[in-house]
């Protein structure tokens, strides 16, 4: 069962929350995740390519962080690294394919124990089930944009509608009428939106229609300035966005009313697409209007809902005494480099969103430019529930960030890898160290290393490395690398590898 909360039943909301005894001093948790959502569609992230109105009232009732980076960026290691406050090669979930040991630790477990109530609703795509959570309702696999089914214990069910729509649905009936009103909760609100397929919801068919998006200045990127990897990956919009990508065709998933609605809306564009008989770079330029538009579309139904959510809380009484949090699995390239898709340690998908709302602790306005990681999560999960995190958690908690202090001996490094190769898109495995003003990456199965300098080359389209007058900042930064991979225990990979050619959809094609 699932309810969409009309203005009557959040007043009556209301009444039921606030007859219910709360613990003022342990707050409620609600982690907003959503998939692929880059800084640069967030409007409280300065976004030249839409508005993001419910998002940016967390940030602006609360703190934004602006450099929040990922250890791994890809979507099943980014949940692992969240759930246990361990990197991938600690947590066993070193890419996508692999299955999740949830019988290890991690930060649900740790919270029942200390009496939290956990729930989560949504994508989950960690193939295992969910453990250490009382309620549980979540995507199977990637799960489609209409009509998904979704995993329950011991059964699986089926919805119609609009995905991200039935995901608010889910947690607002369980807020509502599912928790024990007695205990503080923490819920893990997990949207599949914005990642590919990028199918809109019918109320956000039309949005952009008259609009040209701007064009990144990267977007016809050579990578003349890099090391060989960027070259020969599988993840450009010239050439690797199939027909479901750009919506030539419905989504399959879709019932006949739904496809009779898309048609009425999809054809017509369809139809001057293929009587422009575009080619080369006007062709690019029209697959990255197709692409983007449809992507921020899938935002757009993401902050509509996150508006849902935030308006029960603030009806029911419930905002006072809860945490929301707001992240994404990982960044994306909207455009930039040529590309769709993330992996790499590249900025635009190494940054991740971070956005908190904790009224009376959190100043409102307030933004943190402390370095900070999706491995820092599960520390910060159990401090805020007033448990002591376990010593083997290689994050550190945010709440004194939160709280407006940053500890003096806090990160100024932050250590990367990323596993997945050969794989979808054929991005080489790296790892590095990003700091402040540097970045330096190694594909360690070619030897191959790239330097940035992030101030004078934020694009990252020319490599220092090889340059003289870096010479110390690399010895520096080859020093901070070892030293981190000591730190975090991380081993060789010694797993075999490539070669790698991506299809005509950027998935691979082995050689033998």
């Not at 959502?37 to 030249?48: D, E, K, P, V």
């Not at 997990?190 to 109320?203: E, L, N, S, V």
């Not at 080619?279 to 697959?287: N, Y």
């Not at 992507?295 to 929301?324: I, K, P, Q």
């Amino acid at each position: 069962m699932y309810i969409r909360l009309t203005p009557l039943l959040l007043v009556l909301a209301v009444g039921a929350c606030n007859t219910a005894p709360q613990e003022a001093e342990r707050p409620n948790i609600i982690f907003i995740f959503t998939d692929d959502h880059t800084t640069r569609a967030l409007s409280a992230y300065g976004s030249q390519v839409n508005e993001t109105p419910h998002l940016d009232r967390i940030a602006e009732e609360g703190m934004r962080f602006d450099q929040c980076l990922v250890t791994n960026s890809i979507c099943a290691p980014s949940r692992a690294v969240i759930l246990t406050g361990k990197h991938s090669h600690l947590n066993g979930q070193l890419t996508n394919g692999q299955l999740f040991d949830g019988a290890q630790q991690t930060f649900p477990k740790l919270l029942q124990q200390a009496g939290y109530q956990t729930g989560i609703v949504g994508k989950w795509h960690l193939r295992s089930q969910p453990t250490g959570f009382d309620y549980w309702q979540v995507l199977i696999g990637q799960g489609p944009y209409y009509n998904p089914r979704f995993l329950v214990p011991n059964d699986t069910v089926r919805m119609e509608g609009y995905t991200t729509d039935i995901i608010t649905d889910l947690a607002l009936d369980w807020l509502q009428t599912g928790r024990d009103t007695e205990r503080p909760f923490m819920l893990m609100y997990q949207h599949k939106a914005p990642h590919r397929g990028w199918h809109p919801g019918p109320d956000h068919f039309e949005m952009y229609a008259d609009r040209e998006i701007p064009e990144p200045p990267t977007l016809f990127d050579d990578y003349s300035g890099r090391a060989s990897p960027a070259a020969e990956q599988g993840m450009t919009i010239a050439r690797h966005l199939n027909v479901n990508d750009l919506k030539l065709v419905p989504p399959s998933s879709m019932n006949e009313a739904q496809v009779a609605r898309w048609r009425e809306v999809y054809d017509p564009r369809n139809e001057e697409f293929h009587a422009a008989g575009l080619e080369g770079d006007d062709l690019t330029r029209w697959k990255y209007q197709r692409y983007i538009k449809e992507y921020l579309r899938t935002v757009a139904g993401v902050d509509d809902n996150v508006g849902r959510l935030l308006d029960y809380l603030d009806a029911s009484g419930l905002a006072e005494n809860t945490v929301v949090i707001y992240s994404s699995d990982q960044g994306w390239y909207i455009g930039e480099h040529g590309w769709y898709d993330k992996r790499w340690m590249y900025e635009e998908s190494l940054l991740t969103p971070l956005l908190v709302r904790w009224p009376g602790q959190v100043e409102a306005g307030s933004v943190s430019s402390a370095m900070v990681s999706n491995l820092d999560f599960a520390a910060t999960f159990l401090d805020l529930a007033g448990v002591e995190p376990p010593a083997d958690l290689q994050g550190r908690s945010l709440k004194p960030i939160f709280l407006g202090e940053v500890p003096e001996d806090w990160r100024t490094s932050h250590y990367y890898h990323y596993y997945e190769y050969p794989g979808y898109h054929c991005v080489e495995r790296h790892y590095g160290i990003r700091t402040a003003t540097h970045k330096l990456i190694h594909f360690y199965t070619r030897d191959e290393w790239e330097l940035f300098d992030l101030q004078a080359d934020p694009m990252e389209l020319n490599s220092v490395y090889a340059d003289a007058a870096y010479a110390d900042i690399v010895t520096e930064l080859k020093e901070e690398l070892a030293r981190l991979r000591i730190q975090y225990a991380v081993p060789e990979d010694e797993r075999p590898t490539g070669p790698c050619i991506p299809d005509e959809r950027g998935a691979p094609i082995r050689n033998s």
